[in-house]
């Protein structure tokens, strides 16, 4: 990987101010060395993230007809200064294996990362498109986790990001007043007074509590279908930037309880037994398969309550309307896990008076 230090010609931080063809031409031939017939550059649509992320066709002129690409990451903001946690993350992720993309280049003045692209296929449009065996490809995805689980989290080392951090009841906590703010507040105007509010956080510290008590693990954080590219026969793992240490079932729910793709009841509980069958071959040991289970039920309620707060802040923060659609499907996890756990009543009871949603008797259809 090179770094570069070039400084911006501008610096109000938009897209079309920290690059131009120009630029790109400047470092593009360098780079592949050899010279270009032509390119071009168009912005992809990100995650909920402050992240804006460009590819860039071009061809060679001794292969005019081969079209290749790269992917420009814009982060917030530049920092010549210091290495971006996606960097060292991936180069830790890199040394252990796991499928991350290449970083080609990085400009430090600009903010600018370029890396590997990894295609347009999600394993979320095979999903959708019941393209291929389903179960195998969501199978190759928990072999990551497993990877991460053992391999990463037994080669933890201060200089990864996500060494110092951790699922401790003050985070999951600070992602459960996120919601009550964006979600409950903001998107429901449901103006909870003092009371009810504290009443509404007294029941959710009692499951973040529990799930903080559990032994952590390397986690991804967003290990969801749109974060999993399908390249060739593999999958290429993105957004890993913000990993932390935290309850091993916490990628696990991200994966099979997936605001954007809804899977089979029977297809995530054969796809539970693989993860169950695969780690306890991998740590010589059997795993208690219901107090596993209790946890991954308890923490997709978090996880699951976290995410509405994100589709509603951006849809009230920054008029983004693309995530309203995962709202009654996220809703229906919650409103299903309560419903199946008599241990998890006390807390239904709470949300169910904050959140009228959860007392309907409606589904989703299911692919």
């Known amino acids: ?76 903001e530049p920092d010549s200064e210091n290495e971006p946690d996606f960097n060292r993350m991936q180069k830790f992720l890199t040394h252990l294996d796991i499928p991350v993309p290449e970083i080609l280049y990085y400009d430090a003045g600009r ?36 990877a991460m689980q053992t391999r990463v989290t037994q080669n933890m080392q201060p200089d990864c990001p996500a060494y110092a951090l951790k699922f401790d009841v003050e985070k999951l906590m600070w992602e459960m007043d996120f919601m009550i703010k964006h979600y409950i507040q903001g998107f429901l105007k449901r103006g909870l007074n003092q009371d009810e509010e504290s009443e509404v956080r007294t029941a959710l510290l009692g499951l973040c509590e529990t799930l903080a ?51 089979k009841e029977e297809t995530r509980n054969e796809l539970l037994s693989y993860y169950l069958q695969r780690m306890e071959r991998e740590e010589g040991r059997q795993i208690p398969h219901s107090p596993f289970l209790k946890i991954f039920d308890w923490m997709s309620i978090q996880r699951n309550l976290k995410a509405i707060g994100t589709f509603a802040f951006q849809y009230i923060e920054h008029k983004n309307e693309r995530y309203l659609e995962y709202l009654d499907p996220t809703l229906h996890y919650i409103r299903d896990t309560l419903h199946s756990r008599p241990d998890l009543e006390p807390l239904g009871q709470v949300l169910k008076q904050a959140i009228p949603r959860l007392n309907a008797n409606t589904g989703i259809d299911r692919p």
């Open 1 to 76: 990987m090179e770094v570069f230090n070039t400084k911006p010609d501008k610096t109000d931080g938009s897209p079309e101010e920290r690059f131009d063809e120009n630029y790109l031409k400047s470092w593009l031939e360098p780079l592949i060395k050899k010279p270009v017939s032509h390119f071009e550059f168009f912005t992809l649509k990100g995650d909920a993230s402050d992240r804006s992320y460009f590819r860039v066709n071009y061809c060679v002129k001794s292969l005019p007809t081969q079209e290749s690409s790269i992917i420009v990451m814009q982060l917030k």
């Open 111 to 146: 903010g600018l990362l370029f890396l590997e692209d990894g295609g347009d296929t999600h394993l979320a449009d095979l999903a959708h498109n019941s393209l291929g065996d389903i179960i195998s490809w969501y199978q190759k995805a928990i072999e990551i986790i497993v």
């Open 213 to 263: 008590e559990e032994e952590r693990v390397f986690v991804h954080r967003d290990f969801h279908s749109r974060n999993l590219m399908v390249l060739k026969d593999d999958l290429l793992l993105l957004d890993f930037q913000d990993a932390r240490m935290g309850p091993r079932q916490y990628d696990l729910v991200s994966l099979l309880k997936d605001s954007y793709v809804i899977l």
